[in-house]
């Protein structure tokens, strides 16, 4: 199917993004929204150039290579999660702004993974005034749970636990099973580079050989042409059923079968033009045996 490829699917989020991001900068209000569609538009754009790469010997068959990426992100999120929602849970109480609570519970043990340690865990870093003590100021964070004499209370027998259990796992274990994926799916694609592009180099090859020769819009007419010849190929397949249900299997001679052979080399021909070898030897031989089965 059309959707089942990658690069499809970045042609037809490319395209909406871009018509949106178009119908929103010619409006007043939406203007600024637009801008920022056509910004993120132009970086799918940019990563649909990386089709481009497919023809080469050297750069094609390293974008699998690229694949294991995800997989990867799959498991660093759980941790990135289970850690950030425990953290926010156990520090804020009642923070009501959502943007405040994303931040706090994925985008900071994000940073954390590439050495942005933490300063509201423990009071060895942390500075009463970087943060709100009410959640009003919307420049800063909440502070954490006060106790009986108004200051932070860190369970830091919990908070430093919990750290070095997740930074244990982010960063030495999950880093390096990413880096030891790469090295064997690299290893495994060197191993069979010339294989793999010639594959990649043939669904390429393929693909701009199914698709019409003219550019949009003039596409519309090649479009209009395919539509028009399918429906002549169809209305020969159609004329061959309605002449055997109004002939009779006894009076089939040699007339019959040569009528046959030359319509079913109208259809074949047909699919020929179409590019399928195989759907017109498919069907030479369906034809071959309803003759068969007729006379």
């Known amino acids: 199917m059309y959707i089942n490829d990658l690069w499809n699917i970045f042609d037809v989020l490319s395209i909406l993004l871009f018509v949106i ?15 920022i569609l056509l910004c993120i538009d132009f970086v799918v754009f940019c990563l649909r150039l990386m089709a481009i ?19 990867f992100m799959f498991l660093l999120s759980i941790w990135v999660v289970a850690y950030g929602v425990a953290k926010q849970g156990i520090l804020i109480h009642n923070d009501n702004r959502l943007d405040w609570i994303v931040r706090g519970a ?17 009071y060895a870093a942390f500075d009463i005034n970087s943060c709100s003590m009410n959640g009003t100021d919307p420049l800063k964070p909440k502070c954490p749970v006060l106790n009986e004499n108004q200051t932070p209370a860190f369970p830091e027998w919990l908070t430093i636990i919990m750290l070095c259990i997740y930074l244990l796992f982010a ?15 690299f290893q495994e694609v060197q191993d069979n580079t010339d294989r793999i592009w ?3 180099r043939y669904e390429l090859i393929k693909e701009y050989h199914s698709r019409p020769a003219a550019p949009p819009p003039f596409i519309i007419f090649s479009h ?64 071959l045996l309803s003759v068969r089965k007729r006379i």
């Open 21 to 35: 991001g178009l119908a929103f900068r010619l409006t007043t209000e939406l203007f600024y929204a637009g801008k």
């Open 53 to 71: 790469f497919t023809i080469s010997r050297t750069l094609g068959p390293k974008i699998i290579i690229m694949m294991d990426m995800f997989f």
């Open 106 to 122: 994925i985008y900071e043990p994000y940073l954390i993974i590439f050495g942005n340690f933490p300063t509201d865990i423990d």
């Open 198 to 200: 010639k594959f990649q």
């Open 171 to 185: 960063n030495i274990l999950l880093l390096n099973l990413l880096i030891a994926i790469f090295n064997f799916t």
């Open 224 to 287: 209009l042409y395919l539509f028009i010849r399918n429906m002549y190929c169809n209305s020969i397949e159609l004329g061959i059923e309605i002449f055997f249900s109004f002939f009779n299997k006894k009076k089939a001679d040699n007339t019959l079968l040569e009528t046959i052979y030359h319509e079913t080399f109208l259809k074949t021909n047909c699919f020929l033009k179409n590019g399928s070898s195989r759907e017109s030897d498919i069907y030479f031989l369906h034809f």
